[in-house]
């Protein structure tokens, strides 16, 4: 893919994600966006709010292996990574690993956050060494690579939250917001008078992928907004008021690629100031831990990272 | 990458020369309003070229080390942010740098010089310098002063340092002695230049307001000399003839007796 194709690709993925979600762009946007880095992001929101439509569309539009992970309780590492079978083959029985739903190229972690620790460090470890451990054999995973998870923040019944030092492993935490009111009455006409399903392509292929995790590591940015992005990520450090632990340098690799991995799905060669504010948000809001004094005035993740990019 | 960069260099070389041209415009500035407030206070005219210089070097050496591509950015908004970032990856090379920099040598075009030179706030200036000009002149034609501080400071030293004493003009003539005929030391002048000083502040002698002569009869304790006789200064060692001794002796006889 040459560097001029790229917006026609982006146009097309947004046009097919359209056919089926209506609103909620800027979650399409920063989807895509972790796609175009190479990183994993999870979807938090209200159930009803598109999460796992906008994934399995996302998923369709890209010449990918999908699979789905529906998170409960009693769901065990081995149903996500593999187990080993035995297996009868011309009279010799031998044991087989039968791979999981993990060794696939998009995954779609379901309501993570109702899966049990033990299965959730099974999955995050999958993520961060892209590489499954079972038993003594190590198996590759496949790439490209995204595990694009959800999960609902009312339901605290059931529910095993992930640790702030697993919920780092994700790069971006997408928030889906409610649809305007237009919005939802696009989406009442659309699911209440048609039954089939909307026809969609797969858009971009593997090696297109690879192509735009390239493009969007070369694309280079100004040493102020460097500077901007890294006084963004430090400040939280410093903030002692309203944070109590800041976030990490993950954090400002994860804000400077996510920049210029927007800056080249909005069709841009450079890594722009808007680009830096915009990605701080899905970067930053789960990388931070709220003070007491923060909790107690009603303050969210948001409204600190709001102050911090001023 | 050759030709962003000798861009680059271009758009630097157009930044220093307009604030070599803000500065020079600045520094007229100043240079002018010193002028018209040493006019005024009468000192020197050419002493405001000490603050002109000062100006020049401070505010020149700040602008020029405080160029940055934003302020290009600024006056062409297409190129906001590209420049910089073009200007600080100038050694990267690869396919979207290049294209970076393609995009942001077709946008230069747009960078205008008059966009620099010519903006509202040096118009002003400019209009700010001609009122100052024509300010000198009035004030110069028509000999304006606040207070003339060279004289000021003049008549404070002699005050302090030059009060004339006996030793410098030979008698010293105390203001209190209202009858100085009594003195025999007034016929002891010396051959020392008498500095005669009009303090123009605090005196309340006004020269413009000169009055016409009065005769006055004065009561005086001086005893004539019978004998009149001239003599000629020690220095030309001479004697002066018997009859231009009566010549003298003749005229101060008659001007005695008018």
New interface residues.
């Given amino acids: 893919m040459?560097?001029?194709e790229v917006p026609n690709y982006i146009d097309a993925v947004f046009k097919g994600m359209k056919k089926v979600v209506i609103g909620q762009d800027e979650v399409i946007k920063q989807m895509l966006t972790a796609i175009v880095v190479d990183a994993h992001a999870i979807l938090e929101g209200y159930p009803g709010l598109a999460k796992t439509l906008s994934v399995k569309t996302l998923a369709r539009l890209l010449d990918l292996r999908f699979s789905r992970i529906q998170n409960t309780p009693d769901l065990m590492p081995s149903d996500i990574l593999g187990t080993y079978l035995i297996e009868d083959t011309k009279g010799t029985r031998e044991l087989k690993f039968q791979q999981g739903p993990v060794f696939a190229n998009i995954v779609l972690a379901d309501e993570i956050n109702r899966a049990t620790p033990k299965t959730q460090s099974a999955l995050l470890e999958a993520m961060q060494e892209r590489q499954v451990t079972v038993g003594k054999e190590t198996y590759k995973l496949d790439r490209p690579f995204f595990v694009l998870a959800t999960q609902n923040p009312i339901e605290q019944e059931g529910t095993y939250p992930l640790p702030e030092a697993q919920t780092d492993r994700f790069l971006f935490k997408i928030k889906t917001e409610y649809p305007s009111f237009d919005e939802e009455m696009e989406i009442v006409e659309k699911y209440s008078e048609v039954l089939e399903e909307a026809q969609l392509k797969p858009v971009l292929k593997r090696e297109d992928i690879a192509d735009l995790q390239n493009?969007a590591r070369?694309?280079?940015?100004?040493?102020?907004?460097k500077k901007f992005a890294l006084d963004i990520v430090t400040s939280t450090r410093k903030k002692k008021d309203l944070i109590e632990y800041g976030a990490s340098p993950r954090a400002s690799i994860g804000l400077i690629l996510a920049a210029k991995g927007r800056a080249l799905i909005e069709g841009r060669?450079?890594?722009?100031?808007e680009d830096i504010v915009k990605m701080a948000f899905p970067v930053l809001r789960h990388r931070i831990v709220l003070s007491f004094e923060a909790e107690r005035n009603n303050i969210t993740p948001d409204d600190v990272i709001k102050i911090l990019t001023k | 990458m050759k030709v962003i960069e000798n861009a680059l260099g271009e758009v630097r070389k157009m930044l220093v020369l307009s604030k070599v041209f803000i500065t020079m415009i600045d520094g007229v500035l100043v240079f002018l309003v010193a002028f018209l407030l040493f006019l005024l206070i009468k000192i020197p005219w050419y002493l405001s070229v000490i603050p002109f210089v000062i100006y020049i070097l401070v505010y020149g050496r700040k602008r020029i080390l405080g160029i940055r591509y934003t302020q290009v950015e600024r006056v062409v908004p297409e190129l906001?942010?590209?420049l910089?970032?073009?200007?600080?990856?100038v050694g990267?090379d690869?396919?979207?740098?290049e294209?970076?920099n393609k995009?942001v040598l077709m946008d230069m075009k747009k960078i205008r010089t008059s966009l620099f030179f010519g903006s509202k706030s040096n118009m002003k200036k400019l209009g700010c310098m001609g009122v100052l000009a024509f300010m000198v002149i009035l004030v110069a034609s028509f000999d304006v002063e606040i207070f003339d501080f060279v004289t000021l400071g003049k008549s404070r030293l002699d005050d302090e340092n030059f009060l004339p004493t006996q030793k410098n003009i030979g008698v010293f003539i105390d203001e209190g002695d209202d009858d100085i005929y009594g003195d025999e030391s007034i016929i002891e002048y010396g051959n020392d230049e008498i500095l005669i000083g009009l303090n123009t502040v605090e005196g309340n002698r006004d020269l413009s307001q000169r009055k016409e002569l009065e005769k006055k009869n004065f009561a005086s304790s001086y005893q004539e000399e019978k004998e009149i006789y001239a003599t000629s200064d020690s220095s030309f060692s001479e004697n002066i003839a018997k009859e231009n001794q009566e010549v003298v002796k003749k005229y101060f006889n008659q001007i005695t007796q008018g």
């Fill in positions: 040459k560097l001029d493009l070369k694309i280079p940015i100004a040493n102020d907004l060669k450079h890594v722009s100031r | 906001n942010e590209k910089r970032t073009a200007a600080d990856n990267k690869n396919e979207v740098v294209a970076l995009e």
